[in-house]
C-alpha cells in the first residue's frame, strides 16, 4: 500500500487542471499543511510528540549510562553536574535530528519512502537516542574521576585500551535498551509514515484546488 501511495503523491497533492506545470516547492507545502490540519487530532498530537518521547527515553538512556559509569569510576561528587547534560544533549539532539530526518520531510513531502522513512527513525533512535548517550558518558565522568581521584587513571600509551576496557561492559548491559530504542524510533517513524499517506488521501477542499 505504501509503495502505492508514494508513486501517486503528487495526484493525491497537486490537482493541476491539465497544465503540466509543477508548483513551485512552497505551494506543495502550503498543500499539505493544510491537509495536516485537517487530521484527526491523535494523529497531529503523534507528530508534535512522538520525537519527545523519543527523545526523552533518549534522555533516560543518558542518566543510565551515567549511573552505570559513575559506578565503574566510583565517582560519587558532581551528581547534579553530570545527571543535567546526560538527560538535556541526548533529549534535544534526538529530537532534533528526528524532526529533521523524519518530521519535516514528509510533512514537505520530501520524504516519499517508507523504507528510508523506517530507516531514519531507526538511525535517529539508535545512534542519537542511544549510542550517542552513552559515548557522551565516558568523557563526562572520566573528567571527573580525574578531577577527584577516585579512580586510578591509565598510563600514557595505555589510554585508548582502558576506555574500551571500561566502556565495553556498560554496552553489554545495555545492549537490549540500545535495541528497544532503536526499535522505538522505527516504529515512530512507521507510524508518521502511515498518518502520511492518510493525509494524501485526504479529498482536496476548494480552496486547495490550483488554477492556471
Known amino acids: 500500500m505504501w509503495k502505492h501511495h508514494s508513486l501517486t503523491m503528487s495526484q493525491n ?11 513551485p516547492k512552497s505551494v506543495v ?3 499539505l499543511l493544510s491537509k495536516f490540519e485537517r487530521l484527526p487530532e491523535k494523529d497531529k498530537r503523534s507528530f508534535a510528540y512522538g520525537p ?11 542518566l543510565l549510562a551515567n549511573s552505570l559509569f559513575r559506578g565503574v569510576l566510583n565517582v560519587s561528587q558532581g551528581l547534579f553536574t553530570s545527571s543535567l547534560p546526560m538527560a538535556v544533549l541526548p533529549f534535544l539532539t534526538t529530537v532534533a535530528l528526528y524532526n529533521g530526518a523524519v518530521s519535516q520531510p514528509l510533512l514537505s513531502g520530501e520524504l ?28 563526562v565522568n572520566a573528567g571527573l574521576a580525574t578531577r577527584y581521584s577516585t579512580s586510578p587513571m591509565p ?8 576506555w574500551i576496557t571500561i566502556t ?29 499517506v492518510k493525509m494524501l488521501e485526504l479529498p482536496m477542499s476548494d480552496s486547495e484546488e490550483l488554477t492556471e
Open 29 to 31: 507545502v502550503e498543500l
Open 168 to 196: 565495553q561492559p556498560i554496552l553489554r548491559r545495555m545492549t537490549v535498551v540500545l535495541l528497544l530504542q532503536s526499535l522505538f524510533g522505527i516504529y515512530l517513524s512507521s507510524t508518521h509514515y502511515g498518518i502520511y
Open 155 to 162: 598510563e600514557k600509551g595505555n589510554v585508548l585500551r582502558f
Open 13 to 23: 497533492t497537486l490537482p493541476i487542471k491539465d497544465t503540466g506545470n509543477v508548483p
Open 112 to 139: 516519499n519512502c517508507p523504507t528510508c522513512a523506517l530507516i531514519r527513525g531507526g538511525l535517529v533512535g539508535g545512534i542519537a537516542g542511544g549510542l550517542y548517550p552513552v559515548m557522551l558518558a565516558l568523557p
Open 52 to 62: 519527545v518521547y523519543l527523545g526523552g527515553s533518549g534522555a533516560v538512556i543518558g
